[in-house]
């Protein structure tokens, strides 16, 4: 493999996939060799956006390549599966857009065939290349929040129905992954609760909590049927509170000097929490696009074999969530036990 270039395949070029053939187009270290897609007129605006070497309709032609070192794979999530299992068992690195696939079991597959075949298996799970998201994590590892009491996300929207996949596994895979890698904790049980106004059977709002054994609270709210677009993560902290605000254009994180405990020396109930109100501050983040530090982090992984941050096993821990919230989802909201968490 040149050191210099990586040769890698862009399989879907819907909404998402154009922006990863664009950055791959981009990238000097990368080399797009082709973009698949079973849609031919796709293929041909693609072509001229964003000049592959070759476009194909057939994924077959990527796992015959031996020159071929990756693939990108960005088709929906019924499809994820199958297109990475024959990724991984033809020797190429893979990564995949969330949701990673769509059962623990197929997880566990992906997860065991790449350290089988010694394959880099890689998620799209974009925030967690956020610099406010790196940010937020140095923070806490710092201790500059104090204890993490709770974290809750909004991820609405008036748009973006799905016929394939619910708001569930559509949109809370962003916010589980974070709240996983803030916290560095797995969830102990996890419910949830939603409604199918539109389609029946696929919801088209999810209020999902997640336990995380009395340490910490994590709560997501996702919706493609809401009057308002929010794309925010709140951190209560026993010290300092902070809210990421990714709509914002320019200040997209804000830290609350702000607090309550309970004091000891009280002579009244009015005494007995204290509440405390200090400063805003809004750290300077630069910010560029995420998915360019997502897209070279994967090339990065694929020349020095290295395990990128969000790899099968994070994409795993994520569809466990996903999993056990669908079987609560069915169960009315009674929360559901997530046992053993080892890939």
């Given at each position: 493999m040149d050191q210099k270039k990586v040769n890698v395949a862009v399989v879907?070029?819907?909404?998402?996939?154009?922006?990863?053939?664009?950055?791959?187009?981009?990238?000097?270290e990368a080399h797009l060799k082709y973009?698949?897609?079973?849609?031919?007129?796709?293929?041909?605006?693609?072509?001229?956006?964003?000049?592959?070497e070759k476009t194909t309709t057939r994924f077959d032609d990527l796992t015959e390549d031996a020159e071929l070192d990756a693939i990108v794979i960005a088709t929906t999530g019924p499809s994820h599966f199958a297109l990475c299992k024959k990724g991984l068992l033809a020797g190429k690195d893979v990564y995949v857009e969330k949701p990673m696939v769509l059962s623990v079991k197929?997880?566990?597959?992906?997860?065991?065939?790449?350290d089988k075949h010694k394959r880099i298996l890689m998620v799209g799970h974009l925030l967690e290349y956020?610099?406010?998201v790196q940010k937020l994590r140095d923070m806490i590892k710092a201790g500059e929040l104090g204890e993490v009491r709770y974290i809750y996300s909004q991820r609405l929207n008036l748009g973006t129905v799905r016929m394939d996949e619910n708001a569930l596994w559509n949109f809370a895979p962003?916010?589980?992954?974070?709240?996983?890698?803030l916290l560095d904790l797995n969830p102990t049980d996890v419910s949830a609760r939603g409604q199918s106004y539109l389609q029946p059977g696929i919801e088209d709002v999810v209020f999902m909590s997640m336990n995380f054994g009395g340490k910490a609270m994590g709560h997501v709210h996702v919706s493609w049927l809401d009057p308002h677009k929010i794309r925010k993560i709140t951190i209560v902290g026993s010290k300092r509170m902070a809210v990421f605000d990714d709509l914002e254009p320019n200040e997209k994180l804000k830290i609350y000097d702000k607090g309550a405990e309970i004091n000891t020396d009280y002579d009244t109930f009015a005494e007995y929490v204290g509440l405390r109100f200090g400063d805003i501050t809004m750290p300077y983040i630069r910010v560029g696009e995420p998915l360019r530090t997502e897209c070279d982090h994967f090339l990065r992984c694929v020349r020095e074999r290295s395990t990128p941050l969000s790899d099968g096993r994070d994409?795993?821990?994520?569809?466990?969530?996903?999993?056990a919230a669908s079987q609560s989802l069915q169960q009315n909201g009674n929360p559901v036990t997530i046992g053993d968490q080892k890939a």
């Open positions: 879907g070029v819907g909404g998402w996939g154009k922006n990863l053939a664009r950055n791959y187009s981009q990238i000097p973009i698949c897609d079973l849609d031919e007129k796709k293929l041909k605006t693609a072509k001229t956006q964003f000049q592959p197929e997880a566990e597959e992906l997860v065991k065939l790449a956020h610099p406010v962003h916010d589980i992954s974070v709240i996983l890698y994409g795993l821990r994520v569809v466990r969530v996903l999993e």
